[in-house]
DNA sequence: GGATCATATTTCACTGGTGAAATAAATTGT
DNA sequence: ACAATTTATTTCACCAGTGAAATATGATCC
């Protein structure tokens, strides 16, 4: 629908390597509309992406417990951000906040019955929405995209670490 | 790298479709990461990717101009966020802002040489990265990617449709 | 010519997030 | 035991963007 702008620009600029432009642009896109389509989702539950990120890592963890530093890593958020979202968990009593018991400098945070339910609660109508966007992909074709994503992600991490060094 | 995360999520929710969660999460993940790859480029031109794209729907229109309203559609900005943005590129030379002849509600916006300049200036040091983000990549996978995150994008817009409906 | 509609701007309060710096408290190293 | 380090929190100022409401100005309809 608007592929033709980019198509100007080839004109104007004939270095351009228009085939990954295109798919960067794509990629750009599809991604960003994803995001969007799980913040709406989300805001409909009072919630934010980070918080829900949050408190899935905390879910999917073995014993339903975590420490602010961890869930840092994790979210890659920043610390003051992340004992915001500690706030703003435990306000709504989806999780708990306590002192460890070994390090005392720690705080441990886990993952109340109430947040579990909250959990199983919230994902079973992100289904129907997942199912649909992948409506029409064979098997085969979910397993390529599966395939090629990866492919990016690795380049990038590449990418990333050349810069790093 | 964190693959095990959602593996746990699964042996909790049975009827979480695997693949697709997956490729949902693949899906935002490198569109994250390409996002931010791009939003630090523009950082260190001093621009916001609301702003640098605004430039380049004006670069590549066919006269250089467009006005408020018109941008607003293209960049799926606020008219709020429309005016602050021009405000900045007109700061710095890169557009100029003037009444419509015909119809003199209208404002209309126009990439100035510097504009173009800077858009010519921007881009190339960006091929590169492009290029790199899909090495290895044969035109085959590239034309299937391309495929399978239309196809992606198609289902999106459906689903956008019946919410709406 | 006056009501209505369209376009753009301004102001304002808000959201989600960032990053630095200061502080508090506990652990570790020696 | 004291310095250095680690962990978390608080405060603060900021950024990019949102959305509503009010305003100004010009166009259109009849």
Do not use: H, W
């Amino acid at each position: 629908m608007m592929d033709e702008g980019i198509e100007r620009m080839l004109e104007a600029i004939p270095q351009l390597p228009v085939e990954q432009a295109r798919l960067c642009r794509l990629m750009l896109m599809v991604g960003g509309r994803m995001d969007e389509a799980l913040d709406e989702k989300l805001k409909s539950q009072q919630l934010i992406d980070s918080e829900f990120l949050t408190l899935l890592i905390l879910y999917s963890s073995p014993d339903g417990s975590s420490t602010p530093g961890e869930l840092c890593e994790f979210t890659s958020q920043g610390s003051t951000n992340m004992t915001r979202i500690g706030n703003a968990l435990v306000k709504r009593g989806l999780i708990s906040r306590g002192a460890s018991a070994e390090d005392r400098r720690r705080v441990v945070i886990r993952i109340t019955a109430a947040g579990r339910r909250f959990v199983l609660k919230m994902l079973p109508p992100m289904f129907p929405r997942v199912e649909a966007m992948f409506a029409g992909f064979s098997a085969t074709e979910r397993s390529q995209l599966s395939r090629l994503l990866r492919k990016l992600a690795k380049n990038l991490d590449q990418l990333d670490a050349e810069n790093a060094s």
